[in-house]
């Protein structure tokens, strides 16, 4: 029994640095929302992390993942983030800590802490760049040079953004003598609709959204198709273009077919001008034989759905 119980202390207790600098730029399985409080917009943001840490000590040398909930004042450009920080090295063993840190103005300050396979304790600083989208990057465990940074957070109401979405439609009914000048002698025509799904915020403004075109066209023959867009301009007036289908140029050998495209990202503001007065838009489609216009339409009142 003696024997075994000097066994059991035989290992000696030791202290030794701990250090790593790290990167975790790979971003997946992100989830964020924002909210408003009485001082800004609050970014709230669980993700995962992963990259590589780097150390002479084998258990902080290795393939790094993040898992952390951050949540961020970007008015104010302060919030706080808690965590896990896991290293796992090829040879096996490796730390998983546990680590709490403010955030002011895109870097990261904390402590770590873990109980480290062998019976042992991690206690260490914990610094970096970052941004809740992009990750950690230029990042040192238990080194480095951070300014001191402490954040206080009051629990309380925060009215979360809301998107509303919305869908209108408008009919089209182009035709050669819509076009200016007239396209004389063509004998072609086209009908469908162009589509407007936008997002509004919790105040009713839009915030952006989509243009779906979708187009059946009908030539005599053979027609080469250069563009399918929407111009602002009132009738009989040419105007700029404001959203291109994106069609490229292709040629239909019998002169039947349709066109559907999709346009992202376009602005609130543009959606906004659109919605507001219709009447002041139209849509061309465009030929190699009529590079001006071939088919034209005004814009009709959207109808909601």
Not at 153 to 166: A, E, I, P
Not at 234 to 242: C, F, Q, T, W, Y
Request: aromatic share 6%.
């Amino acid at each position: 029994m003696a024997t075994g119980i000097a066994a059991a202390w035989s290992r000696q207790q030791a202290t030794q640095a701990a250090s790593a600098t790290f990167t975790a730029a790979s971003v997946s399985q992100l989830r964020s929302s924002t909210c408003t409080g009485s001082d800004g917009t609050y970014q709230d943001t669980n993700a995962v992390y992963s990259g590589t840490a780097t150390s002479s000590n084998t258990q902080l040398n290795g393939p790094l993942e993040i898992r952390a909930h951050s949540v961020v004042n970007t008015t104010e450009g302060l919030g706080w983030l808690d965590g896990t920080f896991r290293v796992r090295p090829a040879s096996g063993g490796g730390v998983n800590a546990s680590f709490h840190a403010a955030i002011a103005n895109g870097n990261l300050t904390g402590l770590a802490t873990a109980g480290v396979h062998d019976g042992g304790k991690l206690v260490a600083s914990l610094s970096s760049a970052f941004t809740q989208a992009g990750g950690f990057t230029s990042g040192n465990l238990g080194t480095g040079s951070a300014t001191n940074t402490g954040v206080l957070f009051t629990q309380g109401s925060c009215t979360k953004v809301k998107q509303v979405k919305g869908t209108f439609v408008s009919r089209l009914d182009l035709n050669p003598r819509e076009v200016v000048p007239p396209v004389t002698g063509l004998r072609a025509s086209a009908n469908g609709s162009v589509t407007f799904d936008v997002t509004r915020d919790s105040s009713g403004a839009i915030t952006g959204g989509n243009v779906v075109f979708y187009v059946n066209y009908d030539f005599p023959g053979s027609v080469t198709i250069t563009g399918l867009t929407l111009n602002q301009g009132n009738r009989g007036v040419n105007g700029p273009k404001l959203v291109d289908a994106g069609t490229g140029t292709f040629t239909d050998a019998d002169g039947h077919g349709n066109v559907t495209k999709v346009v992202t990202g376009v602005t609130g503001s543009q959606l906004t001008s659109i919605l507001a007065n219709p009447h002041g838009y139209y849509v061309t489609l465009t030929t190699s034989a009529n590079p001006n216009g071939a088919l034209r339409d005004q814009l009709e009142t959207p109808q909601r759905k």
